[in-house]
């Protein structure tokens, strides 16, 4: 017969307490660190992205394993993803994960001057391990990763685009008035007032006072929406003080209070719900939220003649009305702190390789495992067939987790590849063929006078520390003129406010930058 | 009749003070401590939170004071090399922004102070007043429910509701023949909106605390206010608001001091440029320098202009309110 002894009550609350300890201890304690890689043969090395993701939560974990596992034979690279939340938070997360000095990252996306410092030079990189990435870009593209001494700090994102603004007419409203998509401004207000009449409802929508600039300030102004060189100094100046503005501004201002503009084009809403609503006549924004988002509710909903077409060309007292998008200098960097910058390259490198005639490593990053997730139907005349619907929720596919070419590059090169659906027939997904046809026609819009300027902001900010308040300022009392919160004739009072908030040291320091690739 | 848990630990306070003046032995503190060990382990968890999260990351406030990188690692904030003295607070100072949202941060506080300190007072007074349990506990039910939805969701329903595109105040506007308007993009309606939310959100939460305080009033009080031939206004007026005026001015003090809060979430998700000259407060002006901007350290020179100019408004509430007979904080 053993004895057996019961523990006390202290005993047994000692015990719950050293429990607990450990278990707070261990939940605080920093996840150990991945040993510093060389490279070494008997080493996989192991890379973390931090990317958005359309599905924020990430995709199905086995698919997504299953992707992870092709790529890992394919390149010998083990990738994962820190997914960054969607909206302005992304900016947030990823700054924390920059500034983690526990939680791994090898791969982010951003306008690489603002990062200059934390990120590594990519050039020696590149030449070694990316000879398909240098490859697969202009010499624009790779003049805009560069600082005015020639580093390169990232692999391109975004550069010169010619597809990403354009005015959409509601086409089945135009119809009904007799008319067809305008190429003038006369002809877009006409446009617009003859939907008005047939339906009270119509509203123009811009997506905030910038892509409103980017799609009708050059009808009114020499440049559009472009810094410029003002000939009374030689300096550069913003465009809001370019001659003509105050036209636009007026032009816009009446459109407000016409009730035209929809009331809240300047306030972030939900865009998506908007278009659902069946009341925009004009939209004057991004061009995926018609490529993508109205293409998805016209086909939930199943509308037949409710549709969007746009405007190639319109023009105003001015001349053209676009202005083309520049991209900023927007790139793909790797900070100091990765462990396997070597690695990155390769696994990118990997996606840009045989393209642009085979972009099957593109859509395995994109897409998953070809013959699973999706597959060829005629590689040569680039069909594929997507296994799963693209209204299969992301619990059930893989979400794109390890796409780090958005952008430039692949991604335009894929966007020559067409879907076969279910019923046999091959479609050419909107968006693709959008950004496939337009991407690098120029001609429709205005070119900025310095597109080619890949700006240091943060040189700026350090040198102007009032820099984004400047900025703001100008936004903010923009869109009071256009509401007609300020009045048109305090015009004179805003150009003196705008010197007292450091216009002169703007333009000094814009040009000085401008001037090393315009000398 | 027991005396509530406050006046026991007092009292023993008062009991134990002597002892200590006497023997002031480390001995007889352990001694103590031993005794009152459960006490201790009670509030240690706490305490440690607070030493955590709220002190120990007050030393990150020496980055006000440099150009410090965070990229760089913990180890630079000590560094003498990125020493910059009050270069940031002087460039605040200079911002063309700065008495913008200084003003917008005390008046959007001003306003839910003025409106919404007195409501949850009066929602208390009211509810004490309800006879039938079954009313007066479902009108707290749905005057605590939406302190309960997260800010995201209450700032969804607000925009829901005030959109011009079928927002349902629109629907109904319309529906009466008038003209949909864009509420949350006008700059005259934006603070009041701001307002109406908060004392939609908190008002009744906040009035628990009054409840509570309404509870320990002596029934006698009444009784005897009935037999002097108060009525019931009277009784509210002359017993129950004296009775409670000491949680009337904690919380104030409480309030006064957290004043430049002026309701960093509820702004964000609400605000737009075309409001930004009447919603833009420090909070929102640091979320964009410090972590959009990643100036991290103009970010942090300004929350520490924010938090020691909310220490001042607290000491000075807690002044007033000693100076009128109350007993204040400290």
């Known amino acids: 017969m053993t004895t057996q002894s019961r523990p006390t009550r202290r005993q047994f609350l000692q015990g719950v307490g050293m429990v607990a300890t450990g278990a707070v201890i261990a939940a605080c304690a920093p996840p150990v660190a991945a040993p510093a890689g060389d490279g070494g043969a008997m080493e996989t090395p192991e890379i973390w992205f931090g990317t958005t993701n359309p599905c924020p939560g990430g995709g199905n974990p086995e698919r997504t394993d299953a992707v992870r596992q092709l790529i890992l034979e394919e390149t010998g690279v083990l990738v994962n993803t820190n997914i960054l939340p969607p909206g302005a938070a992304a900016t947030e997360k990823l700054n924390l994960l920059l500034a983690s000095g526990t939680q791994p990252l090898d791969l982010f996306v951003g306008n690489w001057p603002d990062f200059k410092g934390i990120t590594l030079p990519m050039d020696d990189l590149l030449e070694v391990h990316g000879a398909d990435i240098l490859a697969g870009h202009s010499d624009l593209d790779w003049r805009m990763m560069k600082d005015f001494e020639g580093t390169t700090w990232g692999y391109p994102r975004l550069g010169l685009m010619g597809h990403t603004h354009f005015p959409y007419f509601r086409t089945d409203w135009l119809a009904e008035a007799g008319l067809e998509i305008p190429d003038t401004w006369d002809g877009m207000e006409h446009a617009y007032e003859a939907m008005k009449e047939n339906h009270d409802e119509a509203v123009i929508v811009a997506m905030g006072r910038r892509h409103l600039m980017y799609n009708t300030l050059g009808a009114f102004t020499e440049h559009g929406f472009s810094r410029w060189i003002d000939p009374a100094d030689n300096m550069l100046k913003p465009p809001e003080l370019q001659p003509g503005y105050q036209d636009w501004l007026a032009k816009m201002n009446e459109w407000w209070d016409n009730g035209w503009l929809q009331r809240e084009s300047f306030a972030n809403p939900d865009y998506r719900a908007m278009l659902k609503t069946l009341t925009i006549g004009v939209w004057l924004g991004w061009y995926s939220r018609m490529t993508i988002w109205w293409d998805q509710i016209r086909r939930d909903a199943g509308y037949e003649v409710e549709d969007y077409d746009f405007a190639l060309k319109i023009t105003g007292p001015a001349g053209v009305a676009k202005t083309n998008n520049a991209g900023s200098n927007s790139a793909y960097m790797i900070p100091r702190k990765s462990n396997y910058p070597e690695a990155v390259i390769k696994y990118a490198n990997w996606i840009y390789e045989d393209g642009p005639d085979d972009v099957t490593n593109y859509l395995i990053a994109s897409w998953g495992v070809p013959g699973e997730d999706w597959e060829w139907v005629d590689k040569e005349g680039k069909v594929a067939r997507l296994h799963s619907a693209g209204s299969t929720v992301c619990e059930e596919k893989y979400s794109r987790d390890f796409q780090i070419t958005l952008g430039l590059g692949p991604e335009t090169w894929a966007t020559a590849v067409k879907l076969q659906q279910d019923d046999g027939t091959i479609e050419w997904n909107r968006h693709w063929q959008h950004i496939n046809t337009y991407w690098n026609q120029y001609e429709g819009g205005r070119m900025p006078v310095d597109f080619d300027v890949p700006y240091d902001r943060t040189a700026i900010r350090d040198a102007f520390p009032g820099e984004p308040d400047f900025e703001r300022f100008v936004e903010e009392e923009s869109i009071k003129f256009i509401t007609g919160a300020r009045p048109i004739v305090e015009w004179g009072n805003f150009v003196d406010e705008m010197n007292n908030a450091g216009l002169e040291q703007w333009s000094e320091l814009y040009t000085q930058q401008f001037r090393l690739y315009h000398p | ?330």
């Open chain 2, 1 to 330: 009749m027991q005396q509530p848990l406050g006046e026991q630990i007092r009292v023993r306070l008062e009991q134990d003070a002597p002892v200590f003046a006497e023997k002031k032995g480390f001995q007889e503190a352990w001694r103590q401590i031993k005794r009152d060990r459960f006490l201790y382990a009670l509030a240690a968890l706490p305490l440690l939170y607070f030493v955590v999260f709220r002190y120990l990351p007050m030393v990150g406030l020496i980055i006000a004071f440099q150009d410090y990188d965070p990229f760089l690692g913990i180890g630079a904030m000590f560094s003498l090399d990125n020493f910059v003295g009050f270069k940031h607070f002087t460039n605040f100072f200079d911002s063309i922004f700065f008495w913008n949202v200084v003003r917008n941060t005390v008046l959007i506080s001003f306003y839910k102070l003025l409106f919404g300190f007195p409501l949850p007072i009066i929602l208390a007074l009211l509810i004490n007043e309800v006879r039938i349990t079954v009313f007066q506990r479902t009108v707290q039910t749905i005057s605590y429910l939406p302190h309960f939805f997260s800010m995201v969701v209450a700032a969804g329903i607000v925009r829901a509701m005030l959109t011009p595109q079928g927002g349902l105040l629109n629907q109904a506007i319309v529906a009466f023949g008038g003209e949909a308007q864009a509420f949350l993009t006008d700059p005259n309606l934006f603070r009041s909106i701001l307002v109406t939310m908060d004392i939609w959100q908190q008002a009744g939460w906040n009035s628990i605390i009054f409840l509570a305080a309404m509870a320990t009033i002596n029934p006698e009080m009444y009784e005897a206010a009935a037999m002097d031939g108060a009525n019931r206004f009277q009784r509210m007026w002359y017993v129950t608001l004296p009775s409670i005026s000491f949680a009337i001015v904690i919380i104030l003090i409480f309030r006064i001091g957290g004043m430049l809060d002026a309701g960093f979430e509820q702004i964000l998700l609400l605000y737009s440029p075309s409001v930004y000259s009447v919603s833009d407060i420090i909070d929102t002006y640091v979320y964009r320098a410090g972590l959009i901007g990643r100036q991290y350290s103009f970010g942090a020179a300004v929350g520490l202009f924010k938090s020691v100019l909310a220490l001042i408004l607290m000491y000075m509430a807690n002044k007033v309110a000693q100076y009128l007979g109350q007993e204040g904080l400290w």
